[in-house]
């Protein structure tokens, strides 16, 4: 995750990150409290990987609208 911020090579929308093929949910309401509770990265931050069915040559530009139905 720390990368994925380094690079600046994301959109942020609605608690949503952006990056290259992937969705990454951010769950705001349980940041407050994650350390104290203990929760995993893994439950703060919800991943979707490959989510678009991309040929082996396609790319997807950074931040750059997507236009779908």
Same mark, same amino acid.
């Given at each position: 995750?720390?990368?994925?911020?380094?690079?600046?090579?994301?959109?942020?929308?609605?608690?949503?990150?952006?990056?290259? =093929?992937?969705?990454?949910?951010?769950?705001?309401?349980?940041?407050?409290?994650? #350390?104290?509770?203990?929760?995993?990265?893994?439950?703060?931050?919800?991943?979707?990987?490959?989510?678009?069915?991309? =040929?082996? =040559?396609?790319?997807?530009? #950074?931040?750059?609208?997507?236009?779908?139905?």
């Amino acid at each position: 995750m720390k990368g994925i911020l380094k690079s600046g090579h994301y959109t942020l929308t609605d608690g949503h990150m952006y990056f290259r =093929n992937q969705v990454i949910k951010m769950r705001y309401e349980m940041m407050p409290e994650a #350390s104290v509770s203990g929760f995993k990265i893994e439950e703060i931050f919800n991943r979707y990987p490959e989510i678009l069915e991309l =040929n082996e =040559n396609d790319r997807i530009k #950074s931040k750059s609208p997507l236009n779908s139905i």
